[in-house]
């Protein structure tokens, strides 16, 4: 006999709070080259030159440009722009690197890996889905920065103005990224998605929450239940946000007394520890890791000490096992680098992690009674951190489709990458963070 808990997980309840004073990025580049030839890096002897001369202040605002930095970041921009075909369209489908105004190599990284989500850039290219309300205040500034990063007439003054634009809307709902200091990616893009979502949320029942699903107590189908979970989830939010990036994760608990539990989330990334083998490798081991390996870890079968059993009411006599019930059409990955030790001390895990550039298949980690749509992905933006704790660089990589070609871009500079360095890069780097996975 199954049993539903009634326990459940709003996907946004888990928005890191914590603290950034750990994460050190966008600054010191030249240190960090040094200590990460990369392939993809290294090939660019420019950006050494390039970060050389650049001291990002902690303070800088539009104005407080340093004269070279800016002069850098110009030119590049006007080569960029020069670069396009010319032909009717204004809109082109390569996105313009985005200019570093004070360590935002971090909110650079995300945005260029979101603009160049196709679902999103169809969404806000044209405006017309910008719903005019003052509630949507940093969605506006996304989609105009948007539009003007793909525009072929803009000035270099306009995509500044339109990045301190969004800047600063985004300061004005979070005081952990206002202002100019160093920051984390990923607490970033969940932010990002969280607000834009709850912008554009047109469910109506955006009041209950959560945690009173109750499914109808006669159902004892599970996919019966997951359907009714599905239906809760979307009157509560239902945006080009959650369409996009929301699956739905099963967590089903078994006791020892044969009852059965399940729970559900609905998060718009997977955040996957990497697998440490603690009794041979220490904490920022370098052993060679794959993405199956991080996914079979998430599905691990685990003990929850404190759960109590609705039978037999027993504390901890229960394994929980989590499992993909709905596969997003578009899959970020998140690898869990920065963890802390046992001693609450924060540490980066450098190890190479190997994933596939296309047909990565979630089948192995779906549970196998769901009959939503399922199918193979494919890779189309990596989010790079390099450095370490104390300094650290974002960078992103793109693939375009239209033009069939992988771009890098490091803030402003960006550069066509080989696809033979793209694939070697693909097998053995410690510097993918995010993973951007489109469902085909
Ligand atoms: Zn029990």
Same mark, same amino acid.
């Given at each position: ?20 004073? !750990? ?33 990002? /202040? ?20 006007? @080569? ?74 803009? %000035? ?8 301190? @634009? ?9 005081? %952990? ?85 399940? $729970? ?51 504390? /901890? ?46 089948? $192995? ?9 399922? /199918?193979?992905?494919?890779?189309? /933006? ?11 660089? !974002? %960078?992103?990589?793109? !693939? ?41």
């Amino acid at each position: 006999m199954y049993t539903t808990s009634n326990q459940s997980y709003g996907q946004f309840a888990h928005v890191s709070t914590a603290k950034n004073n !750990y994460f050190s990025h966008g600054s010191d580049s030249t240190e960090l080259y040094k200590s990460n030839p990369q392939k993809i890096i290294s090939q660019q002897n420019n950006n050494e030159k390039y970060f050389s001369k650049l001291d990002y /202040g902690t303070s800088l605002n539009h104005f407080d440009l340093k004269n070279n930095q800016k002069y850098t970041q110009k030119s590049e921009f006007n @080569r960029q722009l020069e670069s396009y075909n010319e032909n009717i369209s204004t809109i082109d489908t390569e996105s313009l690197g985005l200019p570093n105004i004070g360590n935002s190599c971090y909110m650079n990284s995300i945005l260029q890996c979101l603009f160049n989500t196709k679902k999103l850039f169809e969404y806000f290219i044209n405006g017309t889905n910008l719903i005019e309300s003052p509630n949507s205040y940093l969605t506006e500034e996304f989609g105009k920065l948007l539009t003007t990063t793909f525009s072929k007439s803009i %000035t270099y003054d306009n995509l500044l103005d339109a990045i301190y @634009r969004f800047k600063e809307s985004i300061g004005e709902l979070s005081l %952990t990224f206002t202002g100019y200091s160093q920051n984390d990616a990923h607490e970033f893009l969940q932010f990002l998605l969280d607000k834009i979502n709850k912008e554009l949320n047109q469910a109506k029942n955006i009041i209950e929450k959560y945690s009173e699903f109750k499914p109808s107590s006669s159902i004892i189908l599970l996919d019966k239940i997951a359907e009714e979970w599905k239906l809760f989830s979307m009157k509560r939010e239902n945006s080009i946000i959650t369409n996009t990036f929301q699956g739905h994760l099963i967590n089903e608990i078994v006791c020892s007394c044969k009852n059965k539990s399940y $729970t559900f989330e609905n998060p718009l990334d997977l955040s996957l520890d990497l697998p440490i083998y603690k009794s041979s490798h220490s904490y920022g081991g370098k052993i060679l890791l794959s993405l199956s390996e991080c996914l079979n870890e998430f599905i691990k079968e685990v003990s929850i000490p404190e759960y109590i059993c609705s039978k037999c009411k027993q504390k /901890g006599k229960s394994k929980k096992k989590a499992m993909i019930w709905k596969q997003p059409q578009i899959l970020i990955i998140h690898f869990k680098r920065f963890i802390s030790d046992k001693y609450g001390r924060l540490e980066v895990l450098k190890n190479p992690i190997s994933f596939p550039l296309s047909g990565l298949d979630l089948q $192995t980690y779906t549970h196998r009674d769901s009959k939503e749509q399922r /199918g193979k992905y494919k890779l189309y /933006g990596i989010i790079n951190h390099y450095g370490n704790l104390e300094s650290g660089h !974002y %960078t992103s990589i793109i !693939y375009n489709e239209e033009k069939d070609k992988w771009i890098q871009y490091n803030d402003s500079i960006k550069d066509q990458i080989e696809k033979r360095d793209i694939q070697e890069f693909s097998q053995n780097s410690s510097e993918p963070y995010l993973l951007f996975y489109k469902r085909v």
